[in-house]
């Protein structure tokens, strides 16, 4: 199994771990310090060894802050994770915070003490982050104090090493153009930018440009490497050899010196006491990059990292792998939904259903000749209330009977060489009562709204999610989570800049790979997700129209449950969409299945639906 059903929170150790953090406040001349999730790499999904806000506090969510003060501590979590965070962690020590309404800056500057010292480490923090809480702390005529250690891993004892995960390499076959080829143009966009050179900070921006992949966080390939790109001259790489095979090895030298991780603080100061300028992500790198080189008399050159709209905005060769790998993951859903459909209600549990679909998914892959490399995330796998808790992670202690009566949401992706995929379904256990079926078929129009969808070059993600939540917003509802995230090509399953939020900023553009995953959570009762996978399509004239649209085409096909559908909910175009959406997942995944029963059910899955 990829997914460990282990219980991994431990609330319990919560007060003597923050108790011995603060015993180190007075050494250190602070009155605060700042747990965030992130690692040194500024990712959301970490390696063992770097999980210290879950060491710290118990929560095991893949966003949020810890504020440890010296009377009271905060953990601030953004709305997927408030139930998570009131089971995960022990309420007489933490308190929980809007890590999206008032965030640490935010709170400390309507709540913070006068002269408040608040102690962080640079390495675990961006420059952005640096200074808004600077401008905060200002307000109270208090500071930032830059740690030169993290005193939490002196505390954390038995804490894991580092990982040592193999280094694969992503062939032209699968990433579409070759890493020289990116490589040249990465200096362009450096020199463009005025700068000397190019810091690259973020795994996925490496694993893109050099065109591999690694193993050294759960669930997404990412190597935890460095890596310094000039504008004119040979790149370096910052990767522990003993990653690397011979082959792979052989490889990245013919792209770039390759040299311990331990020397990259020490080439970067080299060069800024060289005067060169360095261009930095402010979002992306951490703070204590920055330092280095304005110490050395280098200078600092801010611009986002050059790799990540490429990145974000699909070749040709990765939609086409993307959208193979759809359809064989699609294939994969239906053997599961299949059983599933074909079980005693009642007679399966959420860990059970889990651990059948991950082998259905390596079923179908060596059938297929594509293996299943991994899961992209651990499987969300909710019966009834736990369906409420949106980021919900069954372990042996809270595996519960997928009860008749009921709704089922499992929320599950994979890694294939060609793709990341990524969906939810929530499926009827039984007959379950009207008022889940009118909830659900309100999500399902968020969902198809998104799917529809038609606009102007110049879209950003806020533009397009109220599409997702209109029909929720009339009926006295809404969901406390973002409707969309960016997708990786064989990379991580949340991937910046593009979105669907409230928040979101970034213009869509073509190629971009985005979830469609509006949902309804009562907590105690049920929740609801539907989710498919889309890409921006390029902007095509529409009939009648003054201007070209961009629009979105569906890469995940597998049956929405008919029989939670209210159809005199949905208005014709949303019928006709369903009807067709259905229609054509019969007609591409029923070749990929493997028996006349399942090709059957499916048949009668993707039926039209009439009011």
Same mark, same amino acid.
Request: overall charge negative; glycine content about 10%.
């Given at each position: 199994?990829?997914?460990?059903?282990? /219980?991994?929170?431990?609330?319990?150790?919560?007060?003597?771990?923050?108790?011995? &953090?603060?015993?180190?406040?007075?050494?250190?001349?602070?009155?605060?310090?700042? !747990?965030?999730?992130?690692?040194?790499?500024?990712?959301?999904?970490?390696?063992?060894?770097?999980?210290?806000?879950?060491?710290?506090?118990?929560?095991?969510?893949?966003?949020?802050?810890?504020?440890?003060?010296?009377?009271?501590?905060?953990?601030?979590?953004?709305?997927?994770?408030?139930?998570?965070?009131?089971?995960?962690?022990?309420?007489?020590?933490?308190?929980?915070?809007?890590?999206?309404?008032?965030?640490?800056?935010?709170?400390?500057?309507?709540?913070?003490?006068? #002269?408040?010292?608040?102690?962080?480490?640079?390495?675990?923090?961006?420059?952005?982050?640096?200074?808004?809480?600077?401008?905060?702390?200002?307000?109270?005529?208090?500071?930032?104090?830059?740690?030169?250690?993290?005193?939490?891993?002196?505390?954390?004892?038995?804490?894991?090493?580092?990982?040592?995960?193999?280094? *694969?390499?992503?062939?032209?076959?699968?990433?579409?153009?070759?890493?020289?080829?990116?490589?040249?143009?990465?200096?362009?966009?450096?020199?463009?930018?005025?700068?000397?050179?190019?810091?690259?900070?973020?795994?996925?921006?490496?694993?893109? @440009?050099?065109?591999?992949?690694?193993?050294?966080?759960?669930?997404?390939?990412?190597?935890?490497?460095?890596?310094?790109?000039?504008?004119?001259?040979?790149?370096?790489?910052?990767?522990?050899?003993?990653?690397?095979?011979?082959?792979?090895?052989?490889?990245? *030298?013919?792209?770039?010196?390759?040299?311990?991780?331990?020397?990259?603080?020490?080439?970067?100061?080299?060069?800024?006491?060289?005067?060169?300028?360095?261009?930095?992500?402010?979002?992306?790198?951490?703070?204590?990059?920055?330092?280095?080189?304005?110490?050395?008399?280098?200078?600092? /050159?801010?611009?986002?990292?050059?790799?990540?709209?490429?990145?974000?905005?699909?070749?040709?060769?990765?939609?086409?792998?993307?959208?193979?790998?759809?359809?064989?993951?699609?294939?994969?859903?239906?053997?599961?939904?299949?059983?599933?459909?074909?079980? *005693?209600?009642?007679?399966?549990?959420?860990?059970?259903?889990?651990?059948?679909?991950?082998?259905?998914?390596?079923? !179908?892959?060596?059938?297929?000749?594509?293996?299943?490399?991994?899961?992209?995330?651990?499987?969300?796998?909710?019966?009834?209330?736990?369906?409420? @808790?949106?980021?919900?992670?069954? %372990?042996?202690?809270?595996?519960? *009977?997928?009860?008749?009566?009921?709704?089922? &949401?499992?929320?599950?992706?994979?890694?294939?060489?060609?793709?990341? =995929?990524?969906?939810?379904?929530? !499926?009827?256990?039984?007959? !379950?009562?009207?008022?889940?079926?009118?909830?659900?078929?309100?999500?399902?129009? #968020?969902? @198809?709204?998104?799917?529809?969808?038609?606009?102007?070059?110049?879209?950003?993600?806020?533009?397009?999610?109220?599409?997702?939540?209109?029909?929720?917003?009339?009926?006295?509802?809404?969901?406390?989570?973002? %409707?969309?995230?960016?997708?990786?090509?064989?990379?991580?399953?949340?991937?910046?800049?593009?979105?669907?939020?409230?928040?979101?900023?970034?213009?869509?553009?073509?190629?971009?790979?985005?979830?469609?995953?509006?949902?309804?959570?009562?907590?105690?009762?049920? #929740? @609801?997700?539907?989710?498919?996978?889309?890409?921006?399509?390029?902007?095509?004239?529409?009939?009648?129209?003054?201007?070209?649209?961009?629009?979105?085409? =569906?890469?995940?096909?597998?049956?929405?449950?008919?029989? &939670?559908?209210?159809?005199?909910?949905?208005?014709?175009?949303?019928?006709?969409?369903?009807?067709?959406?259905?229609?054509?997942?019969?007609?591409?995944?029923?070749?990929?299945?493997?028996?006349?029963? =399942?090709?059957?059910?499916?048949?009668?899955?993707?039926?039209?639906?009439?009011?």
């Amino acid at each position: 199994m990829f997914q460990s059903f282990d /219980v991994t929170s431990t609330p319990q150790y919560g007060r003597e771990r923050a108790d011995a &953090l603060r015993a180190s406040f007075d050494a250190l001349g602070i009155d605060g310090f700042l !747990v965030p999730r992130a690692d040194e790499y500024q990712g959301e999904y970490v390696p063992a060894s770097a999980e210290r806000l879950s060491w710290l506090t118990g929560f095991t969510g893949s966003a949020g802050v810890a504020l440890v003060m010296r009377g009271q501590a905060v953990v601030f979590v953004d709305g997927r994770y408030v139930t998570q965070l009131a089971e995960q962690v022990d309420g007489s020590v933490y308190t929980g915070g809007d890590l999206v309404g008032e965030p640490p800056h935010l709170w400390l500057q309507n709540h913070g003490p006068k #002269g408040f010292r608040l102690g962080i480490d640079p390495w675990l923090h961006t420059a952005a982050e640096v200074r808004r809480l600077e401008k905060a702390l200002a307000t109270l005529g208090g500071n930032l104090v830059f740690l030169p250690y993290n005193p939490l891993d002196k505390a954390w004892t038995n804490r894991p090493a580092e990982p040592l995960g193999r280094v *694969t390499i992503q062939a032209i076959d699968h990433a579409g153009e070759l890493a020289r080829d990116k490589l040249v143009k990465m200096a362009e966009a450096t020199a463009k930018a005025g700068a000397d050179a190019l810091a690259v900070t973020d795994p996925s921006s490496i694993a893109w @440009i050099f065109n591999i992949r690694g193993s050294d966080v759960p669930h997404t390939p990412h190597p935890l490497a460095r890596a310094i790109i000039p504008a004119d001259g040979r790149p370096l790489l910052f990767l522990d050899k003993r990653k690397t095979g011979i082959e792979p090895e052989a490889y990245l *030298t013919q792209l770039a010196d390759l040299l311990p991780p331990a020397d990259f603080d020490n080439r970067i100061a080299a060069l800024a006491a060289e005067g060169k300028r360095i261009l930095i992500d402010p979002d992306q790198a951490p703070f204590a990059l920055g330092e280095i080189v304005r110490s050395k008399g280098g200078t600092l /050159v801010e611009a986002a990292d050059p790799a990540r709209l490429p990145r974000a905005c699909k070749n040709s060769v990765e939609l086409q792998g993307s959208a193979r790998a759809h359809l064989q993951d699609g294939a994969a859903m239906v053997e599961f939904l299949a059983w599933l459909d074909g079980t *005693t209600p009642g007679s399966q549990t959420e860990i059970t259903v889990t651990k059948k679909l991950e082998e259905v998914r390596r079923s !179908v892959g060596e059938r297929q000749q594509n293996p299943l490399k991994d899961v992209s995330f651990d499987s969300i796998a909710g019966a009834g209330a736990h369906a409420a @808790i949106m980021h919900y992670r069954v %372990t042996t202690d809270t595996d519960a *009977t997928i009860e008749p009566g009921t709704m089922f &949401l499992i929320d599950s992706g994979a890694q294939y060489i060609n793709g990341t =995929t990524d969906i939810t379904r929530t !499926v009827a256990i039984g007959t !379950v009562p009207e008022e889940q079926k009118r909830f659900f078929t309100l999500v399902l129009k #968020g969902m @198809i709204g998104i799917s529809l969808a038609r606009f102007p070059k110049g879209t950003r993600g806020c533009d397009l999610d109220p599409l997702a939540r209109i029909a929720l917003w009339k009926a006295g509802a809404d969901f406390a989570h973002g %409707t969309g995230h960016g997708v990786g090509s064989y990379l991580s399953v949340h991937e910046g800049p593009q979105r669907i939020s409230r928040l979101s900023t970034q213009e869509l553009l073509p190629g971009m790979i985005l979830s469609n995953e509006p949902g309804y959570y009562r907590p105690g009762a049920f #929740g @609801i997700r539907v989710e498919n996978l889309v890409h921006v399509l390029p902007a095509t004239a529409v009939e009648g129209g003054d201007i070209d649209m961009l629009g979105f085409e =569906t890469l995940t096909f597998c049956p929405i449950d008919r029989r &939670l559908v209210v159809a005199n909910l949905l208005t014709d175009e949303e019928l006709i969409w369903l009807n067709a959406y259905h229609a054509e997942t019969n007609e591409k995944i029923a070749p990929l299945l493997s028996d006349d029963a =399942t090709k059957s059910w499916l048949a009668k899955a993707t039926a039209p639906i009439s009011r």
